[in-house]
């Protein structure tokens, strides 16, 4: 149950994210349970989970996190073609990394809701994701619109957030753009899926 209090406006220092942040991870877009869009008005993104385990953030804590989505998708949600320039787009993003106790989940996920509003899905698209901060972590709730309220005052911080200088810098990591290519070696990067 999420206590009481009011949110914050933004979340992270104003200079920029602190250890252990920024966090890179990778992967293709997946089919996940189907709910985002269909029951939530919120669609997301899902990245196989295994990128967590590479550069030891195995550890990190369910919740959710803010930063940027470098996808190979035009605005329109088709797939960018591999010898176009520029290879992809940037995007912010608010993400979950858990069980989403609502819905009781038993495996643990990777939900990206990217900030933007595509036309159609992606599956196969490739996503690079740089995780710049916490939001807060999981929580379950009494009812969808409980849950709802909470993930659109999640989008409203991250957007605000990714809004500072510190932050906005990140827009402009290299790692964001490169797709297909040997990560390998990258602190915290799947190159797997």
Not at 28 to 38: C, D
Not at 41 to 59: C, D, E, M, R, Y
Not at 160 to 176: P, V
Request: hydrophobic fraction near 40%.
């Amino acid at each position: 149950m999420r206590p009481s209090p009011p949110r914050p406006l933004t979340t992270g220092p104003s200079s920029g994210p602190e250890p252990p942040f920024p966090l890179k991870l990778c992967g293709k877009v997946v089919k996940g349970f189907g709910r985002g869009s269909a029951q939530l008005g919120i669609p997301t993104a899902n990245i196989p989970i295994a990128g967590l385990t590479v550069g030891g953030h195995a550890s990190i804590a369910s919740g959710v996190y803010y930063g940027w989505a470098g996808l190979d998708v035009r605005a329109d949600g088709a797939l960018v073609p591999a010898d176009a320039a520029p290879p992809g787009y940037v995007y912010p993003a608010v993400l979950s990394i858990g069980y989403n106790p609502f819905y009781k989940n038993t495996v643990r996920s990777v939900e990206v809701h990217v900030m933007h509003g595509f036309a159609r899905d992606f599956y196969g698209a490739h996503m690079n994701l740089v995780i710049l901060g916490f939001i807060r972590p999981e929580y379950d709730y009494v009812s969808k619109e409980a849950l709802v309220e909470d993930i659109r005052t999640d989008v409203a911080v991250a957007g605000r957030s990714l809004a500072r200088e510190g932050y906005e810098r990140w827009k402009g990591d290299g790692y964001l753009m490169r797709f297909g290519e040997a990560l390998e070696g990258e602190e915290g990067v799947d190159v797997g899926s």
